[in-house]
């Protein structure tokens, strides 16, 4: 250990940041002079899964007499980056000890994920939300949090709240948010998007974590996009996901060309779709309507097959005047998706590359010629049939 003892404390400091706690702390074993460099470290990582498999109660009671004594010794202000994740094994422990005011104070990352039930939340400081130079600030737990008079959050580009805010009023998110000038990555959950009507002009990506028994996305699109046209023109893009993981659209979105053309469905110009369960073909022919200007579909359809395709009453406008790349990745050869492939490769007028990928290379083989023998209305049209990697 002799060289590496050589170097400038900042760069070791560096170099131990990128380490996960128990082995940075357990430098100070080293030697005498490496006794208290732990305690400068900018980044401390509290992660769970150390703790998976079966339940061991000595385990459990050592990583939370860990966490507490490193938390104590270490130097808050050197603190910049706090990760705790408990998502794997709730360990039903408050860290509100440790998220305090000294902590905050140069603290440019906060992440806490934890698992505990409805019942359990953690008190959050004030003062965390008079951060100034806080940056990130993810938290997926169940927070309790008293608001200062005045909320300043000057530096923060990333904010994402998911079971975090049942114990916060309308009034006092949309304080926070309006306090956020930087804010560019918004993520949250659907309910909190219902109640509210969001003015952030700086805004360029946007995530909502739905419920797939709330309603039809459908319904569910119709009902929040046009909410978002006037209030985040920056808005690039838009990342709907289901809580339970059925389904998940990814929308790239263009800057408005003028004041007046903000409509979200208008400016979408990539649309990215994978679904696990629901009813696939309802959500692609919904995009495919309101989307005019879509210029590139990515549909993924390797963990639920598109089983049904109902051909919709007049052909989607973007298909006839828009569309240029079509990329299948997951493609399972059923009758609804060779019919809906079929559908694409005729109608896309403007299509330049359709790309088609299945799960296997038997699979390939079957379905290959079929597909590059059906007519395409693009004639510059170059078709690409392969195998996932």
């Not at 706690?21 to 430098?27: F, G």
């Not at 940056?135 to 005045?150: A, E, F, G, N």
């Not at 088609?356 to 007519?375: C, H, N, Q, V």
């Amino acid at each position: 250990m002799g060289n590496i003892s050589e170097l400038p404390e900042d760069l070791l400091l560096r170099i131990l940041s990128f380490v996960p706690t128990k082995y940075i702390v357990a430098t100070s074993l080293v030697s005498k002079s490496w006794r208290c460099l732990w305690t400068k470290v900018s980044r401390l990582t509290y992660d769970s899964c150390e703790l998976e498999g079966q339940y061991d109660p000595v385990k459990t009671r050592r990583f939370r007499q860990f966490l507490k004594k490193s938390m104590l010794l270490h130097q808050p202000r050197a603190l910049e980056t706090l990760y705790m994740d408990f998502r794997r094994r709730s360990l039903g422990i408050d860290i509100t000890p440790w998220i305090r005011t000294d902590v905050l104070c140069n603290l440019r990352e906060l992440e806490v994920y934890d698992r505990n039930g409805p019942h359990v939340s953690f008190r959050l400081p004030s003062v965390l939300f008079t951060c100034e130079k806080l940056v990130v600030l993810k938290l997926r737990c169940m927070i309790d949090v008293q608001l200062p008079s005045t909320v300043s959050l000057p530096s923060l580009k990333t904010l994402h709240l998911i079971n975090s805010l049942f114990l916060l009023n309308d009034e006092s998110i949309r304080i926070i948010f309006s306090s956020c000038p930087l804010l560019s990555d918004l993520r949250l959950d659907h309910h909190v998007m219902s109640n509210l009507h969001i003015v952030m002009p700086s805004l360029q990506r946007l995530t909502i974590v739905t419920d797939s028994g709330y309603e039809p996305l459908p319904i569910f699109l119709d009902h929040y996009i046009p909410s978002l046209e006037i209030s985040t023109p920056s808005l690039k893009y838009l990342n709907i996901e289901d809580s339970a993981s059925t389904f998940c659209v990814r929308v790239s979105i263009r800057c408005p060309s003028n004041v007046e053309d903000t409509s979200i469905y208008r400016r979408m110009v990539q649309l990215e779709l994978s679904m696990c369960g629901g009813v696939y073909e309802e959500l692609l022919i919904h995009m495919l309507k309101r989307s005019i200007n879509l210029s590139v579909l990515r549909i993924n359809s390797k963990f639920k097959t598109l089983d049904l395709w109902k051909q919709p009453s007049s052909v989607p406008p973007c298909l006839l005047s828009s569309l240029q790349t079509l990329e299948w990745r997951g493609y399972n050869g059923s009758c609804a998706e060779m019919v809906v492939v079929s559908y694409f490769l005729k109608h896309a007028l403007c299509l330049k590359t359709a790309k088609i990928t299945t799960e296997s290379s038997d699979l390939f083989e079957k379905t290959t010629g079929y597909l590059l023998s059906m007519p395409r209305g693009s004639t510059t049209c170059r078709l690409v049939v392969g195998v996932m990697n």
